[in-house]
């Protein structure tokens, strides 16, 4: 079997419903590609010739606001497929892509993703569901903006952290966010979310050690008001 049918992380992205031809085909045009902590991956307004799809580490999409501070909108992990939106629609790209960690990328060329969707209905409608899954979670998040307070926010930016990409043995969050980039995830200023921070870990929500945050009650974490 080539790479690619036996990848993991294929399996969690629609790439799952390719047909083994399809699979060589993606094996035999795709890139494998190394990116380090904060090196970009691609900055807003490019043209993509092609889709990332992350094998390994953590890449976070950001937005430059109009203070010329990158927001952070989400972040990305194993499976997840960079770019796919601005091929399928072949608009330019609104966000950045940055490497949060070490990451490794499988680049496929757009002829190839553009290809099995006009070919493999399975794989067009998983796409499309995906994207829609996007788009609801960004909904998801302007209500999110508009009903929750920033303490409401930040406490699900953590569990989010938590779930979505583990803890390390010691029991700290897997991915090592500064505070800026909780602070621009919830919407807040930098010294709000470091106030807050402080707060959970008077509570004993948390604690900490340099940058690194351990959850400590993750039931009571949840249900903060």
């Given amino acids: ?102 990451v490794e990328l499988c680049y496929v060329p757009k002829d190839q993703i553009l290809g099995s969707i006009k070919s493999n209905q399975e794989f067009s409608f998983n796409v499309l569901q995906n994207l829609a899954q996007d788009l609801r979670e960004a909904e998801g998040d302007l209500i999110n903006m508009a009903q929750k307070s920033v303490r409401q926010r930040l406490s699900e930016a953590l569990t989010y952290v938590s779930k979505n990409f583990g803890e390390t043995e010691e029991g700290y969050l897997n991915v090592n966010l500064s505070r800026e980039d909780y602070a621009s995830i919830v919407g807040t200023a930098t010294e709000s979310a470091i106030r807050i921070l402080s707060q959970f870990k008077k509570e004993g929500l948390i604690s900490t050690s340099g940058k690194k945050i351990k959850i400590e009650k993750l039931k009571e974490l949840e249900r903060v008001e």
């Fill in 1 to 102: 079997m080539s790479r690619c049918e036996q990848c993991i992380a294929r399996q969690l992205n629609s790439m799952k419903t390719l047909t083994k031809d399809e699979l060589k085909e993606v094996a035999a045009c795709k890139r494998t590609i190394f990116y380090k902590k904060g090196e970009v991956i691609f900055g807003e307004n490019e043209m993509l010739s092609g889709v990332y799809c992350v094998r390994e580490g953590i890449c976070k999409m950001t937005k430059l606001s109009a203070n010329g501070k990158d927001h952070t909108v989400k972040l990305m992990g194993k499976g997840k497929l960079i770019g796919q939106r601005s091929v399928i629609s072949e608009e330019r790209t609104h966000l950045s892509a940055v490497a949060l960690n070490d």
